[in-house]
Nanobody
Framework: QVELVESGGGLVQAGGSLRLSCAAS????????MGWFRQAPGKEREFVAT????????HYADTVKGRFTISRDNAKNTVYLQMNSLKPEDTAVYYC?????????????????WGQGTQVTVSS
């Protein structure tokens, strides 16, 4: 049974940091590209960051570039999203996902498995 379980969300003041984790099970994690997406109230789900199977190739949305860092630990079957200099507009439910490809992918349609999400709220 495939599972992606996000954790690490919460309430933080603007300028603060959070580190999200996503623990994967039920599939061969090390062969899948992974991504983070987010969805704010009343908005479409949007791409945040993605990494290939070995963390050597990453890509970020322009809105988070330079502030967020995606990484993975294949030994722990976990992908992370380090979020620094948080802004109120970063408030959303954050989802991790496993791609159909071993390489970074920006489009949600390229993702096969999804977690349930974790809430991130940034106060001004």
């Amino acid at each position: 049974q495939v599972e992606l379980v996000e954790s690490g969300g919460g309430l933080v003041q603007a300028g603060g940091s959070l580190r999200l984790s996503c623990a994967a099970s039920g599939f061969t994690f090390s062969t899948y590209g992974m991504g983070w997406f987010r969805q704010a109230p009343g908005k479409e789900r949007e791409f945040v960051a993605t990494t290939g199977w070995n963390s050597g190739n990453t890509h970020y949305a322009d809105t988070v570039k330079g502030r967020f860092t995606i990484s993975r630990d294949n030994a722990k079957n976990t992908v992370y999203l380090q979020m620094n200099s948080l802004k109120p507009e970063d408030t959303a439910v954050y989802y991790c996902a496993a791609s159909y490809s071993a390489y970074p992918r920006d489009l949600s349609n390229d993702y096969r498995y999804w977690g349930q999400g974790t809430q991130v709220t940034v106060s001004s």
